[in-house]
T-cell receptor
């Protein structure tokens, strides 16, 4: 099925460990995004990639890095996990500005717990 | 800084009743999005409103957009239990790759 695929779906980390969240889309979208969702906070933008080869910080980038590996894939890395990074992470994609389709597609999420 | 504010944040309503969720935003934008999220699930797109005065309806939900007032509403008609979920509005921002900026969400519970 077409869409955005995130892996893993669940992860438990110890404080200080590192990990990479993977995201891939098969809709030929130009733009990709990483969000975190915390109770009562809505979704907050961590990083985005407006097009292949570019990445930029969003609202809450501290403690994270990203890589736009190619047009399909956009990964999020936690270099040294902290309990404050316990959250649900969503990847999303869109065709980007100037396109006629303004739809955004979200992945199923990664539930991360840092202990 | 783009702000998106929803109210109410929590809403408990009886089946069969009508209610409206409000979404105010701080930037000039012609595009407003509504999503639904069930517990433990991802976001499901409900409506994309692309111009001033846009109105869209799907079943018991109707969304509208007033870009001059920077206000969107999501109206619920004759609520049923299946509508219990969290509803988010969002606005895209030109200064962040047109990423969606979300409100904090309205948690809706429909009771018998």
């Amino acid at each position: 099925n077409a869409g955005v695929t995130q892996t893993p779906k669940f992860q438990v980390l110890k404080t200080g460990q590192s990990m990479t969240l993977q995201c891939a889309q098969d809709m030929n979208h130009n733009s990709m995004y990483w969000y975190r969702q915390d109770p009562g906070m809505g979704l907050r933008l961590i990083y985005y990639s407006a097009s292949e080869g570019t990445t930029d910080k969003g609202e809450v980038p501290n403690g994270y890095n990203v890589s736009r590996l190619n047009k399909r894939e956009f990964s999020l890395r936690l270099e040294s996990a902290a309990p404050s990074q316990t959250s649900v992470y969503f990847c999303a994609s869109s065709q980007g500005w100037g396109q006629t389709n303004y739809g955004y597609t979200f992945g199923s999420g990664t539930r991360l717990t840092v202990v | 800084e783009l702000k998106v504010e929803q109210n109410p944040l929590f809403l408990s309503m009886q089946e069969g009743k009508n209610y409206t969720i409000y979404c105010n935003y701080s930037t000039t934008s012609d595009r407003l999005y509504w999503y639904r999220q069930d517990p433990g699930k991802s976001l499901e797109s409900l409506f994309v409103l692309l111009s001033n005065g846009a109105v869209k309806q799907e079943g018991r939900l109707m969304a509208s957009l007033d870009t001059k007032a920077r206000l969107s509403t999501l109206h619920i008609t004759a609520a049923v239990h299946d509508l219990s979920a969290t509803y988010f509005c969002a606005v895209d921002a030109s200064n962040s790759g047109y990423a969606l900026n979300f409100g904090k969400g309205t948690s809706l519970l429909v009771t018998p």
